[in-house]
């Protein structure tokens, strides 16, 4: 056994050593998909598995920041998923609230909600946005009392720290909708018709109302357990990205996994479109 991490060790340091960090994605989204397989394998129970992938999540970002991913937007929660049972529902909502309550905690990342998430229960809402304004920086979070837009600028511009979007209550469509509704409010508070609206309408107008607005687009999407489809996660952004599905579920999901995805995304003659 010992023999076996021995080498698992070499394996995995040569790997990330071979990894040019030129090659390395900017925005990497993640589909946490196979918590519920992983825990009947294991002869645990849903909840069991729900925990067990949420304590993967600061393990992978440590991952990601140690080689250089600039924004990682975690999918946790999708809307299809506030429909189900009740008794799963609600200790799932509870291990999500308490991630990203410790995730905040760290002081490594900077947080973003991105979802509908007036969808979900109040009291979950509010304790997610709490986390957030506590994971920003000290300019940002004095602006949330009375401080100038100015100063929170500042403070945003001036964080370094890997960007965290934390996509709860998220479904691409309900974004997308919800985009072109923001911005029909807006050009209408302005005074114009809806005939002004439709003959100036251009795509920068919707992508800077997505949730993930001032962010690069995802280079990579990686979605574990083995299911080789996006499910509506991020279905804008993600238009010239490239997919990586890996066979593992999500909480058994290890460095060198990653690390795979980085060394298959480096392979790839990106066309972008062209």
Not at 82 to 98: F, G, N, T, V, W
């Amino acid at each position: 056994m010992a023999g076996d991490n021995l080498l698992y060790d070499i394996y995995e340091r040569r790997l990330a050593a071979r990894i040019d960090p030129a090659t390395v994605p900017h925005h990497v989204g993640v589909i946490l998909d196979g918590n519920r397989r992983w825990a009947k394998s294991m002869g645990f129970g849903a909840a069991q598995g729900h925990k067990r992938g949420a304590d993967k999540i600061e393990e992978f970002l440590g991952w990601a920041e140690q080689m250089g991913v600039q924004v990682v937007t975690l999918w946790l929660l999708s809307t299809d998923n506030l429909s189900r049972d009740p008794a799963e529902l609600s200790p799932l909502l509870d291990i999500i609230a308490h991630a990203v309550d410790e995730l905040a905690e760290t002081g490594r990342w900077s947080l973003r909600l991105v979802g509908a998430v007036d969808l979900l229960p109040e009291p979950l809402a509010e304790r997610l946005r709490a986390a957030v304004v506590r994971s920003r920086p000290m300019g940002a979070e004095a602006s949330e009392s009375g401080g100038s837009a100015g100063e929170a600028a500042k403070a945003a511009d001036e964080d370094r720290r890997m960007q965290v979007n934390i996509a709860v209550g998220y479904g691409g469509r309900q974004e997308i909708a919800d985009a072109v509704r923001e911005l029909l409010r807006e050009r209408a508070a302005a005074g114009a018709s809806l005939e002004e609206v439709a003959a100036s309408l251009s795509e920068e107008d919707i992508t800077e109302h997505l949730y993930t607005k001032g962010q690069p687009d995802p280079d990579l999407v990686i979605r574990t357990s083995g299911e080789q489809r996006l499910s509506g996660f991020l279905l804008w952004q993600s238009v010239h990205s490239e997919y990586y599905f890996c066979e593992v579920n999500w909480p058994a999901f290890r460095r060198v996994d990653f690390l795979r995805a980085l060394r298959d995304f480096a392979s790839r003659e990106r066309r972008l479109g062209r």
